[in-house]
């Protein structure tokens, strides 16, 4: 008893608000600083949904990185009494037992300040630059896109296949650290770029109906490094590290394989990066079930079982379970970017 009243007097001596909500996201306590911020009593909202102190697009945010098994951090929008609404900066952590299973949440909020102000005006103007590079990566996936028009369709999903995997693959701990959101929105972008060397490719070799020779086979290969050195140069222009990285790496390496039988250099392993590792999978996807002037599609469940049985050698294990995890998505993706 004495620790339960310690615990409690350290929650409402806090200056931070703070929530404790179950998994079906019920206020199950509620401290002091919270109370008289929305300006509601305790006995009012505990055992209420968090509905009665966030608005709903705030609600949604906080479900989407709960779904994701992510730490929540950002603006929520509170309602006080009068249903007027105000910024709070939120933390939302999960609360787990000794076997890593989700025993509910923990909020941690501060108000919001003029300093704030000038932090979401520099994010929007970021949210912006990055929008403006993404335009510039897809245009210059549209003209080796231009070249075969065969591909419909084809860098949409890409773009939706590689995002999805990355969002699944950010779940686990290996890569939470280093899998952000700034990450998935670049490999959206990025993934696009995996075949713009195509465009030094002959159109004798790249539109030809029919099965490549090997010596044709051994030329159209060439669009991995045509691709990449192209990237590299424009990176080295802006000093390396720059928002076409990302395109250089999917450029050179998205065909090679977990087991180094791939090409242009035979990488093997975690050699790859992971970016190529993610597009090589949403390439071959995409490629098993799109027709072609050359081939028909397959079914969903014959390039399943094709991607399975590559796990491991083509493909690297991890990023199938990802892709396994997420296959209802990418049929929906499918759907929704049909030819």
């Given amino acids: 008893m004495e620790l339960e009243l310690l615990n409690r007097r350290l929650l409402d001596s806090a200056l931070m608000e703070i929530v404790v ?7 199950i306590d509620i401290n002091s600083a919270c109370l008289q911020a929305t300006g509601v009593l305790k006995e009012e909202i505990i055992g209420q949904s968090v509905n009665s102190i966030w608005d709903v697009h705030s609600i949604n945010k906080l479900k989407e990185d709960i779904n994701r098994d992510r730490v929540f951090q950002g603006e929520l929008q509170e309602i006080s009494l009068d249903d007027s609404l ?5 933390t939302i952590s999960p609360i787990r037992d000794e076997i890593r299973q989700t025993l509910g949440y923990v909020g941690f909020g501060r108000p919001f300040t003029d300093t704030d102000s000038y932090e979401i005006e520099l994010r929007q103007r970021m949210e912006q630059l990055h929008k403006t590079q993404g335009a510039a990566m897809v245009g210059l996936a549209k003209l080796a896109e231009a070249r075969d028009p065969e591909t419909g369709m084809h860098l949409e999903r890409m773009s939706n296949y590689s995002r999805l995997i990355s969002e699944e693959l ?5 890569y939470s650290l280093y899998i952000d959101d700034d990450y998935i929105q670049d490999i959206h972008n990025s993934s696009p770029l995996h075949d713009i060397g195509k465009v030094g490719i002959p159109d004798a070799i790249l539109l030809k109906p029919g099965k490549l020779t090997k010596q044709e086979f051994e030329i159209m290969k060439q669009h991995s490094a045509i691709g990449g050195d ?5 990176d080295q222009q802006l000093g390396g590290e720059s928002f076409l990285t990302l395109g250089k790496e999917i450029a050179y390496y998205h065909h090679e394989k977990w087991d180094g ?3 242009p250099e035979g990488l093997k392993g975690t050699d790859i990066p992971l970016s190529a590792r993610i597009v090589a999978i949403a390439d071959v996807y995409d490629a098993l079930t799109s027709k072609r002037i050359y081939k028909d599609a397959i079914p969903h469940d014959r390039a399943r079982e094709i991607i399975i049985d590559s796990s491991g050698s083509h493909f690297a294990e991890d990023i199938v379970r990802a892709f396994l995890r997420r296959e209802q998505d990418f049929l929906k ?3 929704q970017f049909n030819d």
């Fill in 21 to 27: 909500l179950d998994n079906e996201l019920t206020i």
């Fill in 86 to 90: 105000r910024v709070v900066h939120y």
């Fill in 170 to 174: 950010s779940t686990l701990p290996e």
């Fill in 230 to 234: 192209s990237l590299r140069a424009a």
């Fill in 261 to 263: 039988t791939g090409y």
């Fill in 333 to 335: 993706i499918r759907e």
